[in-house]
């Protein structure tokens, strides 16, 4: 079974815009490893618009399924993660301003950034999952960068199977095929959601695990509506 990571920037999110601590993070996160959550994911950003640094020490003594940290390698992301000792870093080339992750990594022209970076990190027993495109040269680089595994970026698959094309899977079931010839673990993440993951995963042959947040959370919202509105009501008769 492919693995879910739920990745819950969306309720920092949600709890930074009214300041105090709801929702409480640390509870949504021990809540979903409780319902069946195989891991934890976050995203933390140097100016802290959603987790924020605290977050991600608070939550290491709570995560006891996978934690997974996110983020652009910069000095003090990688302080960070060396402190915490996630379960996986999966490093991601956004940009400080980046609203959210827009593309994979160039793994041939960081091959030499990116492979001092990993072996700092599986030094300190820290699983490594370098973000990338589904392009075969790309996934190549990652192999000779020396990662444990990679994280297949979907947005694109995700916008092609919204408007009906289900070929937009070949480039990721090609990549998925490469990755699984070099011994490259996959991931996989970003804008997949319950539309699409199931078609996702059948054609993406030993998928090891999903981080999913944006999606997962909204639909919750959707799901739990009428649930909370008639609790409401109940309350007010």
């Given at each position: ?97 980046a609203i959210t992750s ?61 408007l009906g094309n289900k ?71």
């Amino acid at each position: 079974m492919t693995k879910l990571s739920v990745n819950i920037n969306k309720i920092a999110t949600l709890r930074n815009a009214r300041g105090g601590n709801v929702p409480d993070l640390l509870k949504v996160a021990a809540d979903i490893q409780k319902f069946g959550a195989q891991g934890i994911t976050i995203h933390p950003r140097p100016d802290e618009r959603h987790i924020r640094y605290q977050d991600a020490r608070d939550l290491k003594s709570i995560v006891y399924t996978e934690y997974n940290i996110e983020g652009n390698p910069e000095p003090k992301f990688i302080d960070l993660v060396l402190a915490i000792k996630p379960t996986q870093v999966t490093l991601v080339p956004d940009a400080d301003d980046a609203i959210t992750s827009n593309a994979g990594w160039n793994t041939i022209k960081h091959k030499d950034y990116l492979s001092e970076i990993v072996k700092e990190f599986q030094r300190n027993n820290i699983r490594t999952s370098i973000f990338v495109d589904p392009n075969l040269e790309m996934i190549e680089g990652a192999k000779a960068i020396g990662t444990e595994r990679i994280e297949l970026y979907t947005e694109a698959f995700a916008h092609e199977y919204g408007l009906g094309n289900k070929n937009g899977i070949d480039a990721y079931r090609n990549a998925a095929i490469l990755a699984n010839e070099l011994g490259l673990g996959i991931n996989a993440g970003h804008d997949l959601s319950q539309e699409n993951i199931a078609f996702f995963k059948q054609n993406i042959p030993n998928l090891l695990e999903v981080s999913i947040g944006h999606a997962l959370i909204s639909e919750a919202i959707y799901l739990g509506l009428d649930n909370v509105v008639n609790m409401y009501l109940n309350k007010l008769k």
